[in-house]
């Protein structure tokens, strides 16, 4: 049972606009940023979101962060194959331990 | 471009100790703090605490008992040692460069808890 919630899946078809959520509480997204990471099939997560809405370079704009209240967004536009992986949200929690979500496993159609 | 590179047993007995060492290459281990990050397999990721090239950690709750992280910084190399291991410790174990987000992360490797 993960601290973060996530949808366990996500589809969209090629040039279509897709979200995954991610709700946690007061004890993390509240009160401190949230992260987001993708994780191509047998591969190292890799860094996509920081700070709630800040891309590491390198990063396409077409991925896009944002938050309110206890619960975070991550948005895809103009999805591409390439995009299909799993993605994780992580914050900062108050029980001083990183927590993730479950994990979204986005399909693209 | 900073490199990180996992090394050590693939495979443990219960109730023994898991021992893992990262390399970092490409960029000095002072002034950043690394993490331990571990994903069971088909399942989600797990922090398991981060260490600053000073010395100072801060451990998962869950796993403070049975944990230590220390670093080397004349190898430039930190180190996860996890004792009284069970089946439930087998995961991909990742290193990784931060310590509330990880920005460079090695590619991993797999410790299988079995005798």
């Known amino acids: 049972q993960s601290v973060l919630t996530q949808p366990p899946s996500a589809s969209g078809t090629p040039g279509q606009r897709v979200t995954i959520s991610c709700s946690g509480s007061s004890s993390n997204i509240g009160t401190d940023y949230v992260y987001w990471y993708q994780q191509l099939p047998g591969t190292a997560p890799k860094l996509l979101i920081y700070r709630n809405n800040q891309r590491p370079s390198g990063v396409p704009d077409r991925f896009s962060g944002s938050k309110s209240g206890t619960s975070a967004s991550l948005a895809i536009s103009g999805l591409r194959s390439e995009d299909e992986a799993d993605y994780y949200c992580a914050a900062w929690d108050d029980s001083l331990r990183e927590v993730f979500g479950g994990g979204t496993k986005l399909t693209v159609l | 471009q900073v490199q990180l590179q996992e090394s050590g047993p693939g495979l443990v007995k219960p109730s023994e100790t898991l021992s893992l060492t990262c390399t970092v290459s490409?960029?000095?281990?002072?002034?950043?703090?690394w993490s331990w990050i571990r994903q069971p397999p088909g399942k989600g990721l797990e922090w398991i605490g981060y260490i600053y090239y000073s010395g100072s950690t801060n451990y998962n709750p869950s796993l403070k008992s049975r944990l230590t992280i220390s670093v080397d910084t004349s190898k430039n190399q930190f180190s996860l040692k996890l004792s009284s291991v069970t089946a439930a410790d087998t995961a991909v174990y990742y290193c990784?460069?931060?310590?509330?987000?990880?920005?460079?992360w090695g590619q991993g490797t797999l410790v299988t808890v079995s005798s």
């Open positions: 490409g960029g000095s281990i002072s002034s950043y703090f």
């Open positions: 990784a460069r931060g310590e509330y987000y990880f920005e460079y």
